[in-house]
């Protein structure tokens, strides 16, 4: 017999041999019908696997991210069982479960495949869907899947088995299908209920484009339909909501070939919109006594020798910029913290000058691929909202909390009310692996923690996920469509300020290693801006959009009127246009919607005779007809109605 522990902590004795599946039978059958996988002494398993010593066990439905991760993994076998039958002949590299759904890296060799033959290998992935066959894991000899593969004459597996230990290796089988893999999946493939393939894509064997490119199909499986009806909705809505299309609609950002892909524009009405995000930030930072500070964007080879950043510059980096002086070289600015470093030694510190706290919005240049990049979420070249804290250890708590505090105050003004955090600390197996005393990580992570929970943040703790120079708390943010996205960071660092030998003279009169702390709010104003146009629709909060007012004449007569109005507007700090062409109202009314603005004001003969306008919202709501002043009262409380003073 074996003892098996539940997660409420109950132990029950079972026959050794027992599965994850008979333990939820032994439940109720309702239980036993949605386990997916379970959780083994903290190892995802296949529910079917026998158990033969004591464990802790946890059954993973698809509420459990490992539990749709088996869901997932387990349809691209299928998808490849699917293509393998309808294509006979083709190779199968990997097919890993993603975020959302799955792919498939196939060879199609001599045939072609589209993303027409989709319908097709739908339909037969629900045809052996339903046969409900059994995922059985079977432990395989390094030999006997070398030959397995060879007859098969797949040279991708060969290459992946290279790479595997004798003794390690297992196969997956369904139904006719075969796969080398490590599992886990779900019991049989009568659980995946509704079936969806995206989209296909070239990739490279290995990611290199040195090698073969293979057609990557992703796919998505659900374990009811109406759950698939809804997730296509979903897309749809984000379709809507691009920010790549939304931000030429609103003419926000461009991009030019001439410029350089992954290098954005910023037009008029989006340079104004980050100007306010900015001056909005600076202002709370101000009164959290930030002081601000500017540094170049390029920096001597030195710098970056002492920061560390120069070995890891390499070929597939931004190379570096040559001078007239033999042998000079000067980087492209990757990142402002060792800017930020030099200017911290520009003179000598003591205990009661820290903390100190440099803040910048430093554009920063990294070199991604170009098949990386995409809209202003990927980009060659961004700003972020950086700033960095030189504090005592003792002081990192408290500091901690502040930050904390600011980044609070950006996702309350700019509507993002659900969100996360995630608090990285280090391996407690491998702690050689870090930088920095024991004593001072001690300190900081639970700092972070009891700072954390101080704030009520909901978080997530995860070990082994801190850098090798400190922990750090990153906030996830979940969007409109339910997306999740890393937006804000805070992290601690010991080992620039080591390399860089900063310090400060203690109230003993020794020299002390200041605490480093980068924090962005933002993270970029690039990914920002995505992120909120896609969250927000294009329909940002009032205070931050680009025109709050557009006046809609409904013929020239009332040019003049409207130009009234508008002055009115402008000198109460009322963004506002006037639609000066001769289109009908409806027309111009459409644009306006288009366009997003929040506020169209109609004016015809009764409101200029009467000094009045009538008001339309975005969206349709007509709030009838009213004076310009009280117009401005309106405009004017809902414009600070969500953004209140930055109070420490
Ligand atoms: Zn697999
Ligand atoms: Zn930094």
């Not at 920010?243 to 910023?266: A, D």
């Not at 430093?362 to 990049?373: C, D």
Request: proline share 4%.
């Amino acid at each position: 017999m074996i003892n098996i522990t539940l997660p409420d902590g109950t132990v029950k004795e079972y026959p050794k041999g027992t599965t994850a599946m008979q333990v939820a039978e032994g439940i109720s059958s309702g239980l036993a019908r949605n386990v997916l996988a379970a959780e083994i002494d903290g190892e995802v398993w296949d529910a079917t696997r026998s158990i033969n010593t004591d464990v802790s066990l946890r059954l993973l439905t698809w509420n459990d991210d490992n539990g749709k991760m088996a869901m997932w993994h387990s349809s691209a076998h299928l998808m490849a069982e699917a293509i393998e039958a309808l294509y006979p002949g083709v190779k199968l590299a990997i097919g890993p479960p993603i975020e959302n759904g799955f792919y498939y890296d196939i060879d199609f060799g001599d045939h072609n495949f589209s993303s027409d033959h989709f319908p097709k290998v739908e339909k037969k992935m629900t045809e052996l869907a339903r046969q409900k066959n059994c995922f059985e894991r079977i432990e395989i000899s390094k030999t006997d899947a070398i030959s397995y593969f060879q007859e098969k004459e797949d040279e991708y597996k060969l290459e992946l088995l290279e790479g595997l230990t004798d003794g390690e290796i297992t196969f997956y089988k369904q139904g006719e299908f075969t796969d080398l893999c490590r599992g886990p999946h779900i019991p049989n493939t009568g659980f995946i209920k509704a079936i969806k393939l995206l989209t296909t894509a070239g990739a490279y064997w290995r990611g290199d484009e040195k090698n073969k490119q293979l057609t990557r199909i992703y796919g998505i499986t659900f374990p009811k339909n109406k759950e698939l009806t809804q997730y296509l909705e979903m897309l749809e809505e984000a379709k809507k909501r691009d920010h790549r299309k939304l931000g030429k609609e609103m003419e926000l950002f461009t991009f030019s070939q001439k410029v350089g892909q992954g290098l954005p524009l910023w037009l008029p009405k989006g340079a104004a919109l980050r100007e306010r995000l900015e001056g909005f930030l600076k202002k709370a930072q101000m009164i959290s006594g930030y002081e601000p500070v500017i540094t170049p964007h390029i920096a001597h080879k030195d710098l970056y020798v002492c920061s560390g950043h120069y070995e890891k510059y390499g070929e597939d980096s931004f190379q570096p910029i040559k001078t007239p002086n033999e042998g000079e070289e000067f980087f492209l600015k990757p990142m402002n913290c060792p800017h930020h470093c030099e200017i911290y030694k520009s003179k000598p510190r003591s205990y009661k000058d820290l903390p100190v706290r440099y803040a910048e919005f430093g554009t920063v240049y990294r070199y991604e691929q170009s098949g990386e990049l995409h809209g202003l979420t990927r980009v060659r070249g961004f700003t972020q909202d950086d700033a960095h804290l030189f504090v005592r250890p003792d002081q990192v708590e408290d500091e901690f909390e502040k930050v904390i505090d600011l980044v609070l105050y950006v996702f309350k003004a700019l509507g993002f009310e659900e969100f996360t955090a995630q608090i990285s600390l280090r391996d407690k197996e491998n702690r050689e692996k870090y930088i920095g005393t024991d004593e001072n990580w001690e300190l900081a992570e639970n700092a972070i923690i009891n700072s954390s929970a101080k704030k009520g943040l909901v978080t997530v703790i995860e070990y082994g996920e801190a850098a090798f120079y400190g922990p750090k708390l990153d906030f996830m943010v979940k969007d409109a469509l339910g997306r999740t996205w890393q937006l804000g960071t805070i992290q601690v660092d010991y080992n620039l300020p080591e390399r860089f030998e900063l310090e400060y003279t203690g109230s003993d009169n020794k020299k002390h290693r200041p605490v480093m702390i980068h924090r962005a709010p933002f993270g970029s104003l690039e990914r920002f801006v995505a992120v909120l146009l896609e969250h927000c629709g294009g329909n940002f909060p009032l205070w931050l959009t680009p025109d709050q007012v557009c006046i809609l004449p409904i013929s020239d007569k009332y040019m003049d009127y409207s130009k009234e109005v508008l002055n009115s507007l402008k000198i109460s700090d009322i963004r506002a246009e006037i639609d000066e062409r001769g289109e009908k109202t409806g027309r111009k009314i459409r644009d306006a919607e288009v366009r997003k603005i929040p506020f169209m004001l109609i004016v015809g003969e009764r409101e200029a005779a009467e000094g009045k306008v009538s008001v339309r919202r975005h969206g349709g709501e007509d709030l009838g007809s009213m004076s310009l002043e009280d117009f401005k009262t309106l405009t004017h409380k809902e414009i600070t109605e969500n953004i209140d003073e930055f109070v420490v």
